[in-house]
């Protein structure tokens, strides 16, 4: 087996990335009751069970035919795979595609108890049945047939990698930008509170001078009520605009308060238009990979879902 060709390696790995793509779909679309392109790729390819085949063919190959460590080695070797690309993945795209957080006995979420021994068990089958015919199709394959099947596959591999990745990436960059300004609302929304406290000791201070001052009018008309009745009653109700006029305007509080409003409301604008602007190609990655999670940007991430729920329905 450690006498392959590197060409029957690359071969090995893509028709066990296709397999994983039709179990995984296959199980995904069932569960869902329609149809659903499942992974990372747009194409009928997972890397992770190609990556996990070959590790399981070579984590196996010493023990072939001792099925008990047939299952040890390659439940170990494909676990820790499978954690490895979870966690590099969610680094750089800050969203998990896979996340076992609900099921128990997992480690962050990148895998857990149950997807370990159903990595045992593959791996039994992949030495004991699975690669078997497998090895003898690639190995009938005639060379010149082989670099050509290779050649064509892993063009088209490629670039569904890199616009898969970019699709991956974008999706971070919105996520981010989404983030940064439900923080801002935030933070905004805070100053706008303090501001209203603020306002509302003013507001108080205020009308203990109000009520002062109009004590003091009344007063003062009670005493010359019979000869300037009138005159010191519009003067009293001229000081009492006056000073509540004062306070609207001229209360350096309450513009503030008035423009952190303003902010608000063109922030909060500004969000539901990246939101409103989200176009097929920004999101595709997520309707193949409904269950992708993000910890840190887990509000902007069920944002996004429910956004295409939303136009989903209304098609």
Excluded at 29 to 35: A, G, R, T, V
Excluded at 281 to 293: E, F, K, Q, S
Aim: glycine letters at 4%.
């Amino acid at each position: 087996m450690y006498s392959y060709q590197i060409v029957e390696w690359i071969l090995f790995f893509y028709i066990y990335c296709v397999f994983g793509w039709i179990f995984e779909s296959t199980y995904v679309s069932l569960k869902s009751k329609k149809f659903v392109n499942r992974g990372f790729m747009k194409g009928p390819m997972i890397p992770i069970y190609g990556e996990g085949a070959i590790m399981m063919v070579i984590a196996t190959y010493p023990v072939r035919g001792n099925i008990p460590l047939e299952f040890v080695m390659g439940m170990v070797g494909a676990t820790l795979l499978e954690f490895v690309v979870g966690a590099i993945m969610e680094y750089v795209f800050k969203v998990k595609y896979w996340d076992y957080s609900n099921q128990p006995f997992n480690v962050k979420g990148y895998i857990c108890l149950s997807s370990t021994i159903c990595w045992g068990v593959l791996s039994v089958l992949l030495a004991e049945l699975i690669h078997i015919p497998i090895e003898r199709f690639v190995l009938s394959i005639n060379d010149t047939v082989q670099y050509g099947l290779v050649l064509c596959v892993s063009a088209l591999f490629v670039f569904d990698a890199v616009t898969s990745a970019k699709e991956a990436w974008d999706l971070r960059i919105l996520l981010v930008a989404l983030t940064k300004a439900k923080e801002e609302i935030v933070a905004l929304q805070h100053q706008l509170e303090v501001k209203k406290d603020q306002i509302a000791e003013q507001l108080t201070d205020k009308k203990e001078e109000l009520v002062e001052q109009l004590t003091d009018y009344k007063e003062e008309i009670t005493s010359q009520l019979v000869d300037k009745k009138e005159e010191l009653f519009e003067d009293l109700q001229a000081k009492k605009e006056y000073i509540v006029q004062s306070l609207k305007k001229g209360s350096a509080v309450v513009k503030e308060a008035e423009s952190l409003k303003k902010k608000i409301d063109d922030e909060r604008k500004r969000y539901q238009a990246m939101v409103e602007k989200l176009s097929l190609p920004n999101v595709r990655i997520l309707r193949r990979n409904p269950g992708a999670t993000s910890k840190k940007f887990y509000e902007a991430l069920e944002s996004v879902k429910e956004h295409l729920e939303i136009k989903r329905k209304n098609k």
